[in-house]
């Protein structure tokens, strides 16, 4: 099973940028899909992004379409979260998810219960 651990968090002025990244070992072979997720306190996981293994195909949650983009690099076995003019609102604790159910189309799962694997998580807090 593949296990995945976050790194790069930590504190950010408004306008700035972060770059998370999820490395993954294990048996990465037959990992549909990575998400991110972040839980803000007080509230629940929400889906920020998602990515195909081999597919490349990515999606999006509209709070952070144009400023977000989740990428991989299969040689690193590494996905990446780079985040670009983050705001307050972005403060949570960033986690990574794998998941091996295959969707049809170009669907990618957007809910925590479809992900199996998570990371400890990450956290990124952003100062106005």
């Known amino acids: 099973q593949v296990q995945l651990v976050e790194s790069g968090g930590g504190l950010v002025e408004a306008g700035g940028s972060l770059r998370l990244s999820c490395a993954a070992s294990?048996?990465?072979?037959?990992?549909?899909?990575f998400g991110w997720f972040r839980q803000a306190p007080g509230k629940e996981r929400e889906f920020v992004a998602a990515i195909t293994w081999n597919g490349g195909s990515t999606y999006y949650a509209d709070s952070v379409k144009g400023r977000f983009t989740i990428s991989k690099d299969n040689a690193r076995n590494t996905i990446y979260l780079q985040m670009n003019d983050l705001a307050p609102e972005d403060t949570a604790v960033y986690y990574c998810a794998a998941t091996s159910t295959e969707y049809s189309g170009n669907y990618l799962p957007t809910f925590p219960y479809q992900y199996d694997v998570w990371g400890q998580g990450t956290q990124v807090t952003v100062s106005s």
């Open positions: 294990g048996s990465t072979f037959g990992s549909y899909a």
